[in-house]
C-alpha cells in the first residue's frame, strides 16, 4: 500500500462548476500538507499548503485537512479552463521528504 | 529571479550510456532535491542535499545513480549505465531553510533510454 493515495481521475467538470479533489495518508507523522499543480510538460508549482489541521483558503481555492481521518482535500470554486492541470498532493513529516500522491488530471470545460 | 534551472531538456540515449543530467537552483536556497516521475510510481524523491552535503539518497534506486553538489550553485545526477526503465522525467528543485513545504520545481529534464 502506497504512504499516499490519490484517485487519478481524470476528472471533466463544466466552467464554473466545484472542483474536489483528495488524498488520503497512512504515515501519521505528517505534519505539512501540500497542494501542487503541474501543467503539461512543466515541472510542480505549490498550490497551497497547511501545517496540521484545519482549513486554508486563498481565493478560489480551499484547503481542509483531518488528521484525524488522515484524509485532505483541495476544492476549486468557480472553476476556469486554465485550472486543467494535474494537482498533487503531497505530504510530509518535517524532514524535508515530501511524498507525493499519483496526481489527478483535470479539464475544465470551456 | 530565473527559477531552477535544469539541463538539458530532453536526452535521448541507448541502453549503457552514460547519463548527465544538470541542475542550477534557486540563488540563497540551502536545500536541492532530485526527483523523478514517471506514470507506474508517479513522482518519487531520489536524493537531497542542505548545504551542498548529501543528506538523505534512500531514494535512488541502484548504484548506477549518483549525485554531487560540487557547490552552491550546481549539481548533477548522474547514471551509468542507463537502462531503458531509467526512461522519466527528472526534476530538480530547491527551497530555503525552513520553509520546506515551498520546494520550487525547475522544468525537468525527459529521459529516454533506447
Known amino acids: 500500500q502506497k504512504e499516499v493515495e490519490q484517485d487519478p481521475g481524470p476528472l471533466s467538470v463544466p466552467e464554473g462548476a466545484i472542483v474536489s479533489l483528495n488524498c488520503t495518508y497512512s504515515?501519521?507523522?505528517?505534519?505539512?500538507f501540500m497542494w501542487y499543480r503541474q501543467y503539461s510538460r512543466k515541472g510542480p508549482e505549490l498550490l497551497m499548503y497547511t501545517y496540521s489541521s484545519g482549513n486554508k483558503e486563498d481565493g478560489r481555492f480551499t484547503a481542509q485537512v483531518d488528521k484525524s481521518s488522515k484524509y485532505i482535500s483541495l476544492f476549486i470554486r468557480d472553476s476556469q479552463p486554465s485550472d486543467s492541470a494535474t494537482y498533487l498532493c503531497?505530504?510530509?513529516?518535517?524532514?524535508?521528504?515530501?511524498?507525493f500522491g499519483a496526481g489527478t488530471t483535470v479539464t475544465v470545460r470551456a | 529571479d530565473a527559477g531552477v534551472i535544469q539541463s538539458p531538456r530532453h536526452e535521448v540515449t541507448e541502453m549503457g550510456q552514460e547519463v548527465t543530467l544538470r541542475c542550477k537552483p534557486i540563488s540563497g536556497h540551502d536545500y536541492l532535491f532530485w526527483y523523478r516521475q514517471t506514470m507506474m510510481r508517479g513522482l518519487e524523491l531520489l536524493i537531497y542535499?542542505?548545504?551542498?552535503?548529501?543528506?538523505?539518497d534512500s531514494g535512488m534506486p541502484e548504484d548506477r545513480f549518483s549525485a554531487k553538489m560540487p557547490n552552491a550553485s550546481f549539481s548533477t545526477l548522474k547514471i551509468q549505465p542507463s537502462e531503458p526503465r531509467d526512461s522519466a522525467v527528472y526534476f530538480c528543485?530547491?527551497?530555503?531553510?525552513?520553509?520546506?513545504?515551498?520546494?520550487?520545481f525547475g522544468p525537468g529534464t525527459r529521459l529516454l533510454v533506447l
Open positions: 504515515n501519521s507523522a505528517f505534519q505539512y
Open positions: 542535499f542542505n548545504n551542498n552535503v548529501p543528506i538523505d
Open positions: 503531497a505530504m510530509s513529516a518535517g524532514d524535508y521528504k515530501l511524498s
Open positions: 528543485a530547491s527551497s530555503f531553510e525552513g520553509v520546506q513545504e515551498t520546494q520550487y
